[in-house]
């Protein structure tokens, strides 16, 4: 079992930076990919980025990619989100999950509660 503890969420300006962390117990995040998706309201949660266990391979939505860097820790058993130039259509509830390398959520077996960001003209 693993548990996923998210923060760093909150409520900034277009243009802005934000650092989500993800936080793992129960087993180390090396042993999975860790992902990144959100959700805004009245949309499907969507996929934002993802890193391999090993720390060594990355994937990026589109939408985000040149803008936010995924990363791992493997010494604090953490995966964190890096947000810079974020902009309104940035606004969701962001989950990290433990998983597969993979874009789709059903490939994860393991959700935080998730962190709100909200960015605002």
């Known amino acids: 079992q693993v548990q996923l503890v998210e923060s760093g969420g909150g409520s900034v300006q277009t243009g802005d930076s934000l650092r989500l962390s993800c936080v793992a117990s129960?087993?180390?995040?090396?042993?999975?990919?860790g992902g990144w998706f959100r959700q805004a309201p009245g949309k499907a949660r969507e996929f934002v980025a993802v890193?391999?266990?090993?720390?060594?391979?990355?994937y990026y939505a589109g939408s985000v990619k040149g803008r936010f860097t995924i990363s791992m820790d493997n010494a604090k058993n953490t995966v964190s989100l890096q947000m810079n130039m974020l902009k309104p259509e940035d606004t969701a509830v962001y989950y990290c999950a433990a998983g597969g390398f993979s874009i789709n959520d059903n490939d994860y077996g393991y959700w935080g509660q998730g962190t709100q960001v909200t960015v605002s003209s």
């Open positions: 129960g087993r180390t995040f090396s042993t999975y990919n």
């Open positions: 890193i391999s266990g090993n720390g060594l391979t990355t």
